[in-house]
């Protein structure tokens, strides 16, 4: 029923069906989710390859993005905390979860659809690493199925909470369909247009400026991030492919440092810079600068948050999109209509923008 997993040298790749992505075979695919941000680039690229969506939401929130598509979208609505009807009585191909945000969601809903489909294909993150120390960063590497201690649980409650819950949901949907047919995808941080956060945008939007800019880090520091279409358009080949199996979904394709991404982001833009390199982790986390996403400083529990392993999706298909590209693509959707007077608003008084001159000038009085 399997084949051999596509490239050598690395266990355990995937449970792979056929050897060649075939958009020519119509699927009939289920989004649990889908008006949010990974959502409708998943749904433009099935349409435009042949495929049949139906998206499972609770009707509150309409795409921002690629509306064009959703005419040809079954929308059925109902609610995973406690109304499932909807998806009851049904025949998919495949389903994808992107909401499953509560461990008895995924739960339930791969329980109710694993003799109506043939695929499960469960949205996690990179999270279920968490703490991210030591060596590993593989997909072997043991999840976060649990509390730890105390006092470590309680000074990192929000990552141990998201990550407990993404490894236990992997698990749930494993469980329900079998190891031959659920796909577990667990993202970096995703970015990209219609990215619904600030985090990334502010690297765009800050270089477009010009001027002094404040470059925490030091020069080796690692960072990773995934273009939401490089993410959505192989998660659906994927499933065109029947592959099965764990993978990180990291980028870039190679091991990218914080100057690089940055000097490689300005590419796309023509501004006068200058760079402040603030190399001291201490002085950046007192003056609350510890985090400028894609990068993080790489201390503590946070040490290998962005050495993620990502060899095994890349040998399953896994494709990047040039940096400059995803950055001029996202600062061209920061100046539409869909990002609000607020949002801008809150970039520029609530960002490390808004306090970049000031760090700048504690860090040359040193």
Known sequence: ????????????????????????????????????????????YAIERGHAVTMFTRGRRKPII??????????????REDNLE????????????????????????????????????????????????????????????????????????????YGIMKANSELAAINAFGAERATI???HLIVGPADPTNRFNYWPVRLAQGGEVLLPGKSDDPLQYIDVRDLAQWMIRLLENEVSGTFNASGPGFAMTMPQFVFGAHAAFNSPISYVQIDDYDFLSKHNASYASPWAAPTGLYAGMLRSDNRKAIANGLTFTPLAKTVI??????????????????????????????????????
Request: glycine share 4%.
């Open 1 to 44: 029923m399997t084949t051999p997993a596509i490239a050598k040298g690395i266990d355990d790749l995937s449970t792979k069906r056929t050897n060649k992505s075939d958009p020519s075979k119509s699927l009939k695919i289920l989004i649990l989710g889908g008006t949010s941000f990974l959502g409708p680039h998943q749904i433009a």
């Open 86 to 161: 909807a998806l009851k009585g049904r025949q998919w191909d495949v389903v994808i979860d992107n909401s499953g945000h509560k461990v008895q969601w995924t739960k339930d809903t791969a329980e109710l659809l694993k003799d109506s489909a043939d695929m499960y294909l469960y949205t996690s993150s990179i999270s279920v690493l968490f703490p991210f120390t030591g060596t590993d960063f593989s997909e072997k590497r043991k999840l976060v199925l649990e509390n730890p201690a105390p006092d470590v649980y309680e000074s990192n409650k929000m990552e141990y909470d």
């Open 329 to 366: 693509d996202s600062y061209n959707w920061w100046q539409t209509d869909a990002i609000t007077d607020e949002r801008r608003s809150k970039m520029k008084n609530e960002s490390l923008m808004a306090r970049e001159k000031d760090i700048i000038a504690a860090w040359k009085s040193k």
């Open 66 to 79: 690629h509306q064009e598509y959703f005419k040809d979208v079954e929308a059925l609505v109902g609610d």
């Open 185 to 187: 995808v667990r993202p």
